[in-house]
């Protein structure tokens, strides 16, 4: 009886320690934070996590590149020392994310807004520079595309840049991007394939009248290899653009920033895609870039309050911080000053606005 009283008491001590508290034994079972989520954001919060790791204070946050749906999907999965803490996002979360965490007792989320960030479309610097539209984008890598009839769509039956727009190159379409999970590939066809896509007026029109079709529309990219899905790893892409001179790469304007001794930015709609054009709104594909932090987590894991004021002070994300110098585009200084006391004050996500 005396060795089944305690194995009971055994069991019930080890059932405690792995139920989420806030006391030591929660805090002894992860004594760092955890992060996952986009490969466009993951950079900048790597740097912010070394920074912080060497304060001495606390160890070094865990970063895993993870890709933005994917990174959600982790972190919507539960509360407690298994789960991540943070989610990096290349776009806000979705409604259908924000119920998935609801319903896995995820529902007090802080939305941090860190700055902006431009898609871009480069090639090798061994190639010749490119110049695209968004139409040309559209045109390009939709699954299909308008016929001769008004109203018409037929399979994209374009093999050769040259044939959607004679001015541009006589080579083979082929566009290297990430996949769908990526919050970049969820930018890039809403603001780049989309613009295109309104160009054309009976689709344009109905956005009103037929906002399911026209996303069909507008956002299904063609998937007989014209573009490929290069996978979350940006550095993936770029050696391969070094390989292939012909082919296009889309990724973050940080990663163009970061190499570009190897790869160059094409205007879009004739504008570059520069610090200056993506901040002043000029670059018409650009985006702001977010993460997400789960308040229960926060005086829970060690350095998780800590790492939250860091990343969002003036020498990280400010005009002349840190992350300016690794292509974040900040945001303006009174934005900043209200995301800041939001965080400060862990003011929960607000569901309606969503």
């Given at each position: 009886?005396?060795?089944?009283?305690?194995?009971?008491?055994?069991?019930?001590?080890a059932?405690?320690?792995?139920?989420?508290?806030?006391?030591?034994n929660?805090?002894?079972?992860?004594?760092?934070v955890?992060?996952?989520?986009?490969?466009?954001?993951?950079?900048?919060?790597?740097?912010?996590?070394?920074?912080f790791?060497?304060?001495?204070?606390?160890?070094?946050p865990?970063?895993?590149?993870t890709?933005?749906?994917?990174?959600?999907k982790?972190?919507?999965?539960?509360?407690?020392?298994a789960?991540?803490?943070?989610?990096?996002?290349?776009?806000?979360?979705?409604?259908?994310?924000?119920?998935?965490?609801?319903?896995?007792?995820?529902?007090?989320?802080?939305?941090?807004r860190?700055?902006?960030?431009?898609?871009?479309i480069?090639?090798?610097?061994?190639?010749?520079?490119?110049?695209?539209t968004?139409?040309?984008i559209y045109?390009?890598?939709?699954?299909?595309?308008?016929?001769?009839?008004?109203?018409q769509?037929?399979p994209?039956?374009?093999?050769?840049?040259n044939?959607?727009?004679?001015?541009?190159?006589?080579?083979?379409?082929?566009?290297?991007g990430?996949?769908?999970?990526s919050?970049?590939?969820?930018?890039?066809?809403?603001?780049?394939?989309?613009g295109?896509?309104?160009?054309?007026?009976?689709?344009?029109?109905?956005?009103?009248?037929?906002s399911?079709?026209?996303?069909?529309?507008?956002?299904?990219?063609r998937?007989?290899?014209?573009y490929?899905?290069?996978?979350?790893?940006d550095?993936?892409?770029?050696?391969?653009?070094?390989?292939?001179?012909?082919?296009?790469?889309?990724?973050?304007?940080?990663?163009?920033?970061q190499?570009?001794?190897?790869?160059?930015g094409?205007?879009?709609?004739?504008?570059?895609?520069?610090?200056?054009?993506?901040?002043?709104?000029?670059?018409?594909?650009?985006?702001?870039l977010?993460?997400?932090?789960?308040?229960?987590?926060?005086?829970?894991?060690?350095?998780l309050?800590g790492?939250?004021?860091?990343?969002?002070?003036?020498?990280?994300?400010?005009?002349?911080?840190?992350?300016?110098?690794r292509?974040?585009?900040p945001?303006?200084?009174?934005?900043?000053?209200d995301?800041?006391a939001?965080?400060?004050?862990?003011?929960?996500?607000?569901?309606?606005s969503h």
């Amino acid at each position: 009886m005396a060795k089944r009283s305690t194995a009971l008491a055994l069991l019930a001590s080890a059932t405690l320690i792995s139920t989420w508290v806030p006391d030591v034994n929660a805090q002894s079972a992860r004594d760092y934070v955890y992060i996952v989520g986009s490969s466009t954001v993951y950079p900048f919060s790597t740097v912010v996590a070394e920074r912080f790791g060497r304060g001495g204070s606390f160890k070094t946050p865990k970063v895993e590149s993870t890709g933005t749906g994917g990174g959600m999907k982790l972190f919507c999965d539960g509360v407690g020392v298994a789960y991540p803490d943070i989610s990096n996002a290349s776009r806000a979360i979705k409604q259908s994310e924000i119920d998935r965490c609801a319903a896995n007792g995820v529902d007090e989320i802080v939305e941090v807004r860190i700055g902006y960030d431009g898609i871009v479309i480069a090639n090798s610097v061994n190639a010749e520079a490119a110049e695209f539209t968004r139409r040309v984008i559209y045109l390009a890598l939709a699954k299909e595309v308008p016929g001769d009839v008004e109203g018409q769509l037929i399979p994209n039956p374009y093999t050769r840049w040259n044939e959607i727009d004679p001015n541009m190159p006589n080579s083979k379409i082929e566009v290297l991007g990430p996949p769908p999970t990526s919050g970049t590939r969820d930018a890039f066809v809403e603001l780049g394939m989309e613009g295109g896509c309104k160009t054309v007026p009976w689709i344009a029109a109905l956005a009103k009248t037929d906002s399911n079709r026209f996303k069909a529309i507008c956002h299904t990219v063609r998937e007989d290899g014209a573009y490929v899905e290069a996978g979350e790893n940006d550095n993936l892409i770029v050696q391969k653009l070094e390989a292939n001179p012909a082919a296009f790469g889309v990724f973050g304007f940080s990663f163009l920033d970061q190499n570009a001794e190897k790869v160059q930015g094409a205007t879009v709609d004739g504008a570059e895609p520069t610090f200056e054009a993506i901040a002043d709104g000029r670059y018409p594909v650009s985006r702001p870039l977010y993460f997400y932090a789960k308040k229960a987590h926060v005086d829970v894991i060690p350095g998780l309050r800590g790492f939250l004021r860091e990343f969002t002070s003036e020498r990280a994300w400010g005009d002349d911080g840190y992350l300016s110098y690794r292509g974040l585009i900040p945001m303006p200084e009174e934005e900043r000053s209200d995301i800041a006391a939001a965080v400060h004050a862990l003011t929960p996500l607000s569901v309606a606005s969503h």
